[in-house]
């Protein structure tokens, strides 16, 4: 369903009691009894199961499938599917210049990416009651799924001019991809570019922030928003590159300071984040409970706030401990 995501933004702040907002996709597999590749493989099974978790989770906003192999294989990437694991690329498809002058810009719908296309288009028509956003990748992050995140991170400062090649191609393609999602229906976007929180300060503001800025401007409108996601150990010291980039949202992972990022992230702005996903796969609802109301307590005096988890949640994550990270959000505003 269209909205105004603009003000829908403004009204998210202004409420006194915010809905949380993690990165939930992929542990829908155990609801629905069915594998991960069972899931990346089919538009129907991945709107039953984004309607299965709106019903079943009160969230701020429902995220389509967090697979951030996708786009690589659209452009010719092996990638390796286990049942009860996220995709992962296999190898790198770019080793040189002339094999990055000659890498194809693939057409939105190669690979897997028509059935994800498909399966937004159905999910707005059951996901009503609150914004549906798609999940894709961010260009340098694509690109270091492209060359090899080793050769992506040295041929920064030994070839920049090979990874100035790929993010080009890769750019060009996200911005098809994401107009392909806003004319899909969905109501924005979340860029997860977790490689560039890898890179300093001065290599992000290089490879990474023209080419997000470039997506940001091309795609964001009132009825459609940019949600940035970061979470490497640099994060916070690239802060100002990041918030050029013009997102109408950050989300950051766990490896930095919430509290921190709170106070630096301007108060118009939705800023998300980041309870740890390692402690819905390997804690308690008891350890999840805390780290939630930590985390709320230290960062939900900003009205700008949203409780989240730092990133994508993984696929055997145990419910009862997802159970207890709601629980825990509805309990910090319940009193």
């Not at 930095?256 to 990022?261: D, F, L, N, R, V």
């Not at 900003?302 to 009862?320: L, R, V």
Request: hydrophobic share 45%; with cysteine; aromatic share 6%.
């Amino acid at each position: 369903m269209k909205r105004n995501m603009r003000a829908w933004k403004d009204e998210v702040i202004a409420a006194p009691v915010k809905k949380p907002m993690p990165i939930l996709t992929f542990p829908v597999i155990q609801l629905l009894g069915i594998t991960v590749k069972e899931l990346i493989s089919d538009s129907e099974t991945q709107a039953k199961a984004m309607k299965l978790l709106a019903d079943r989770n009160d969230s701020l906003a429902a995220v389509s499938m967090m697979d951030l192999s996708l786009e690589a294989e659209s452009f010719g990437s092996e990638i390796l599917v286990n049942n009860d694991e996220v995709p992962a690329v296999i190898g790198c498809l770019v080793n040189d210049q002339d094999e990055a002058d000659r890498l194809a810009v693939p057409e939105v719908g190669a690979g897997r990416t028509q059935i994800y296309l498909d399966a937004m288009s159905r999910s707005v028509e059951l996901i009503t009651d609150r914004p549906v956003l798609a999940g894709i990748i961010g260009p340098y992050s694509l690109a270091g799924r492209l060359l090899g995140t080793a050769q992506a991170m040295k041929a920064c400062k030994k070839n920049p001019q090979l990874v100035h090649t790929v993010m080009e191609k890769c750019t060009q393609f996200l911005i098809s991809y994401a107009k392909a999602y806003r004319d899909a229906g969905a109501n924005g976007i979340v860029m997860a570019e977790p490689l560039t929180g890898l890179l300093s300060p001065k290599m992000a503001v290089d490879f990474s922030e023209p080419y997000v800025k470039r997506i940001v401007e091309a795609v964001q409108q009132d009825d459609f928003i940019v949600i940035y996601h970061n979470c490497g150990n640099n994060t916070m010291l690239m802060m100002d590159s990041i918030l050029r980039v013009g997102a109408a949202g950050y989300h950051f992972g766990n490896a930095i300071s919430m509290k921190e990022a709170v106070s630096l992230c301007p108060g118009d702005l939705l800023c998300m984040g980041n309870v740890n996903p390692a402690t819905f796969t390997f804690g308690t609802p008891e350890s999840i409970r805390e780290e939630t109301l930590t985390v709320m307590r230290e960062c939900c005096h900003a009205p700008h706030f949203i409780i989240s988890s730092g990133c994508d949640i993984p696929p055997i994550a145990k419910w009862e401990n997802i159970d207890a990270f709601y629980q825990a959000a509805a309990d910090f505003y319940a009193g």
